[in-house]
């Protein structure tokens, strides 16, 4: 069996979401994956940096390991090679099996692990997307890291959905050649209830951010049953009409995510769900192209 | 896509079970009888003529390109004066062998074992070269320390000057080599040379004949106009030199085919055949040759370049696994003034490869700072396909690494490539670029069990025992291979090309004896990733974790991980300790430290024929026999098992980030002085480069390399087949990462359901 344990870490201010006002960048960030070689993330080849911790709770979540703002201990069984008896001891576990899922970096520590692919980068136009969880629950953390990445002149980018406090979002969407905006379900009520955003607050981060000038890319991710309805993308486009946006991203959902469920004991709805047929993602990009949208299936 | 024709030619090579032909061995045999007490290079000379002039010919069906080593597609050819034992040991079980097999029938067995062994018998080159090793060089050898390659076949790895073939035509090589021996008389090398182009017109003139004659009795009009033309193009170029795309290759295919029969050796590569075939190429499309005929042409020397196979030895099968008969090209590079070098025929070739995807030949692309963006994409475009060609070499180290080694600039920025990924300047280089392989992961086990009892032993104790073993064994292997060179002079030269090599004719010497304007012996340093894991974990184990003496930890791998604890410390070593092919500089320093003092060992040494050693480090297929006599390794790897693939790759399974960390950690090495050169495989999903996007991805990755100063990589694609390995050996594959948008995770961690499903949407894509 898959076994799961919290160990009481350090605890940090970015545990909760973070609120307004000018406080000081965190002197860390904690990141549960750096995931180089990326391609599908922005432009050109990036690394990914995923930041840990997520106020709302998709059920179709591909990434459940973020949610949480603490560092989780985990047991892969799939590397356990079973011991007489288990230490739950990170530092000691042969195998690596048991893995501390959340570190906390610093600044240089995690820019110096960025600067490892700049070749990548500068020959392809690629650089760093902040994906998460949800990048604006360490926003303070991300802002100064976005500065820094842009300093070295590297493309920056964030994965967002923009359920978050709006000035730290405009201040970070200052520093981002891209934004990649998540747009779900479009009935508030329904919304609230399935992933417990507060819809209203994202749109209209959503048009404040491209109101200051910052590049956004609408990403829609298509969800059986959930967002992948007609009336459901009407309403996305409906909304998107008043912007002048050249390209929109579809996402079609996957079942990649279905295993962690099971590593972090969490309850996983979508367990059965089959991922859309490609006429059906081609039926939904028709709709977009219509228009006048590009469409980028995939990211 | 290819028309019919092409289709019906590629079918007709692979229909029948590959045989041996007995010809060769039978024809060289009968005349070398008759030439005793005369000099080896003319008794060579008459022995290779003698088959030219008798050898069965054919024209196939459909050809249009005439030219066949032998009557039956893809037969295997026997040179008994090489080494006659092993040809006679495996006899019975060419048929059956694992790697590379051959049917031979029992009346050919018999001639084999009552004409030709018996004669060969203490006169062969093996006989010569054993009765030279010292004991010493013999038991390194035994315990394959080190390997000594080509002591049992041709020595090839070369690649003849094809614009002195092509602008001169034999005719007027023939006038000119007459002459010289003409004012050299006592000089065996011009007459051998006179004896051989003789000989080569006179068997494109049998093409000649027979296509004439096939015309007359073939009954199809359509065929017999195309037989006549072949009858007419033979007639000319016999001679003459060819003024357009099909004449010169009719006449590049004779000369490659007849090449053959004078040394049966793997790897008489084909060179920069976009830039030599050019003007020919061009001549043709000005007299308004339709882009068609040209491609089907071009496509019609691809499928043949197949037919050629080389028949090796089960140990050497082993090492070059898939009888690659190595017609190597590269394309695109720099011209001699050193701008970008790609044109039509460049992208013609790639096409052409396309719709033919076919083995040989094995085409590479060489990259630089100047590469047009068009034909990058073409060949990220060709990358893509996942059939791991065209390989790419990086243009912005090779040509430093040479003129490292004393050749000219614009000789160096003519390199190309011999064999599989051996760096040579083509026409003016004889390199015996495989002649040894040296196993640095062996020579590290023998240090350790040395010191099993050493109770005050130290990790820079060891360190330094491993440099003084490598130095060692670097000066037994160069004297080994030098051993081997004048085996080869002495028994195998080849006149005929080294007449096509550059200062040969000047210095009325053949390349054995040191004729070519280079001269190197190339010698593979094997084993890196292992080595560099072997010592991050031993240190990390025993030195500063302590957890266990030196003595217990030798003793854990003697045992090969044995029971539970073994297991336990089988795991810790695999899986807790930093692995080279991750961007990590700790252990990446370890391998790049120990592969450079072996480079500088190295190129100390000089051969016989005045050139110097020049390191390279890749294994083809060697990277399992090489494997097979290592014993358990502090990196975890269970006695027995393979190395790292390549030569620089990582070990399987351990590169955990990803490629651009694979090459981050590859840069470390000095890939400068591998200059007899490298091999570096990455594994690739398709769908992770698709559509215009990922191709621009993929060809910008290209351009990182190239800044990154690697030599070379070889992109393997993850088809549903290796994914399903995947699913049987995680372990080999833990660092394989799927990537969708917003989202991480290996592959192994998923589901069985989720990978069968990545699995089918894999075999769909392809
Ligand atoms: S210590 Fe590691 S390998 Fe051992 S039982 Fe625990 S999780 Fe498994």
New binding site residues.
């Given amino acids: 069996m898959t076994s799961f344990a919290e160990r009481p870490m350090s605890s940090k201010p970015n545990d909760c979401l973070e609120g307004g006002g000018d406080g000081a960048a965190p002197s860390t960030g904690r990141v549960f994956n750096i995931q180089r070689y990326s391609l599908n993330d922005g432009e050109g080849i990036r690394t990914v940096v995923f930041l840990k911790g997520c106020p709302l709770s998709c059920p179709w979540c591909s990434n459940p390991e973020s949610r949480s703002s603490k560092p989780q201990v985990i ?1 892969r069984e799939t590397k ?4 007489e008896v ?3 001891d990170v530092a ?4 690596g ?2 893995e501390l899922v959340g570190t906390d970096m610093t600044m240089d520590e995690l820019l110096k692990e960025i600067e490892k692919d700049d070749v990548f980068y500068r020959s392809s136009g690629g650089g760093v997307t902040l994906s998460g969880g949800e990048v604006l629950t360490q926003a303070r953390f991300a802002i100064e890291l976005l500065k820094r990445l842009k300093r070295l002149g590297y493309n920056t980018a964030i994965e967002t959905t923009g359920h978050g406090n709006t000035a730290l979002l405009m201040e970070m969407g200052k520093y981002c050649d891209e934004v990649l905006y998540d747009l779900k379900i479009m009935d508030p009520e329904t919304a609230k209830k399935t992933t417990g955003i507060n819809l209203q607050r994202s749109l209209d981060n959503f048009r404040g951010l491209i109101a200051q000038g910052t590049h956004v890319v609408p990403r829609i991710p298509l969800i059986p049953g959930y967002t992948m309805h007609a009336a459901n993308i009407q309403a996305i486009l409906d909304y998107l009409s008043e912007f002048d946006l050249k390209e929109v991203h579809l996402l079609p959902f996957h079942q990649f995510g279905a295993n962690k469920y099971e590593t972090f004991e969490m309850e996983y709805e979508l367990k059965d769900v089959p991922v859309p047929t490609d006429n059906e993602v081609e039926a939904i990009k028709a709709l977009v192209e219509a228009r006048g949208y590009k469409v980028n299936v995939g990211g | 896509m290819s028309t019919p024709r092409i289709e019906r030619l590629k079918a007709d090579l692979f229909k029948d079970k590959r045989e041996i032909s007995l010809e060769r061995a039978l024809l060289y045999t009968e005349s070398h009888k008759q030439t005793e007490g005369q000099h080896t290079l003319v008794r060579r000379a008459l022995a290779t003529a003698h088959i030219l002039d008798n050898v069965a010919i054919s024209i196939r069906s459909d050809e249009l390109i005439a030219g066949n080593r032998t009557v039956k597609p893809r037969a295997g050819i026997m040179s008994p004066e090489m080494d006659p034992y092993w040809l006679d040991k495996e006899l019975d079980i060419f048929d059956t062998r694992p790697q590379d097999q051959f049917h031979i029938s029992e009346e050919d067995k018999k001639i084999y074992r009552e004409e030709l062994l018996p004669y060969w018998t203490k006169r062969s080159m093996k006989d010569f070269i054993n009765s030279q090793f010292p004991e010493e060089i013999k038991a390194a050898t035994a315990q394959k320390i080190f390997s000594v390659n080509q002591t049992d076949k041709g020595q090839g790895h070369i690649i003849i000057d094809f614009e002195r073939l092509l602008g001169n035509g034999l005719g007027a090589l023939l006038d000119e080599l007459k002459d010289h021996s003409v004012k050299n008389p006592d000089n065996a090398f011009f007459s051998a040379v006179v004896i051989l182009l003789e000989a080569s017109i006179r068997h494109i003139r049998r093409y000649e004949t027979l296509a004439r004659e096939m015309a007359k009795t073939c009954g199809d009009d359509g065929r017999a106009k195309e037989l006549l033309q072949i009858a007419a193009l033979s007639a000319k170029i016999a001679t003459e030199k060819p003024e357009d795309f099909f004449e010169a290759i009719q006449l590049f295919w004779y000369m490659n085919v007849i090449l053959q029969y004078e040394s049966n050796a793997s790897s008489l590569s084909l060179g920069r055949f976009d830039q030599y075939m050019l003007p020919f190429y061009r001549a043709s499309v000005a007299k308004g040759e339709s882009p068609e005929a040209l491609k089907e042409y071009l496509e019609s020397l691809w499928v043949k370049t197949n037919d050629v196979v080389l028949l090796r030895s089960t140990g050497s099968a082993k090492f070059f696994a898939g009888f690659p008969t190595g017609y190597t090209i590269l394309l695109g590079g720099l011209t001699a003034n050193g701008r970008s070098a790609v044109n039509e025929l460049s992208t013609l070739c790639l096409d052409a490869y396309q719709s033919i995807r076919l083995p040989q030949p094995n085409l590479g692309v060489r990259v630089n700072e100047l590469i047009d963006r068009e034909f990058l994409r073409k060949t990220a475009e060709t990358v893509r396909m996942g059939t791991g060609i065209p390989q790419i070499f990086n243009d912005e180290v090779v040509v430093p690494a040479f003129l490292n080694r004393g050749v000219s600039l614009e000789d160096a920025r003519d390199y190309s490539v011999v064999g599989c990924v051996e760096l040579s300047i083509p026409g003016k280089t004889y390199g015996l670029h495989d002649i040894a392989m040296f196993n640095l992961l062996k020579v590290m086990e023998l240090v350790l069990d040395r010191n099993k009892d050493n109770t005050e032993v130290t990790f820079e104790q060891l360190l330094s025992e491993i440099r003084q073993d490598i130095r060692h064994y670097v000066k037994l292997m160069a004297e080994g291979s030098n051993i081997c060179d004048i085996g080869h002079r002495d028994w195998a030269p080849v006149p005929l090309l080294s007449s096509f090599i550059s200062d040969c004719i000047d210095n009325g010497k053949d390349i054995t004896y040191g004729g070519a304007r280079y001269n190197f012996s190339g010698v593979q340093g094997i084993g890196i990733a292992n080595l560099s894991d072997s010592l991050a974990s031993l240190k990390a184990f025993v030195f500063d974790e302590k957890r266990a003496t030196f003595k217990e930890f030798i003793e854990v791998l003697e045992s090969n991980f044995e029971g539970e604890k073994g297991e336990q410390i089988r795991a810790r070593l695999m899986n807790r300790y930093d692995k080279y092919g991750n961007d990590i500089d700790g252990v990446d320093t370890y391998g790049s430290d120990i592969l450079r003092f072996y480079c500088k060992e190295v190129e100390q040494y000089a051969n016989p024929r005045g050139g110097i050693f020049t390191p390279g480090s890749y294994t083809v297929s060697a990277h399992v026999p090489l494997g097979a006599v290592v014993g358990a390794t502090p990196d975890g790897r269970h006695s027995g098992d393979q190395l790292a693939d390549g030569g620089l790759s990582p070990m399987v399974g351990k590169d955990q980030k990803g490629p651009t960390a694979v090459l981050k950690s590859v840069s470390k090495l000095d890939n400068y002085l591998l200059s007899n050169g490298s091999l570096l495989n990455v594994k690739f999903t398709p769908s992770t480069l698709e559509g215009e996007q990922g191709l621009n991805k993929l060809a910008d990755f290209l351009r990182a390399f190239m800044k990154l100063k690697l030599q070379h990589i070889q992109f393997n694609v993850l088809n549903a087949d290796t994914l399903r390995e995947a699913q049987q050996r995680p372990e080999d594959f833990a660092g394989l990462v799927v990537r969708v948008a917003g989202y991480s995770a290996f592959f192994v961690e998923l589901s069985k359901e989720i990978q069968d499903d990545i699995i089918r949407r894999t075999a769909h894509e392809l």
């Fill in positions: 047991r356990c090679i079973h011991c288990c230490s739950w000691e576990c042969p195998s099996a048991l």
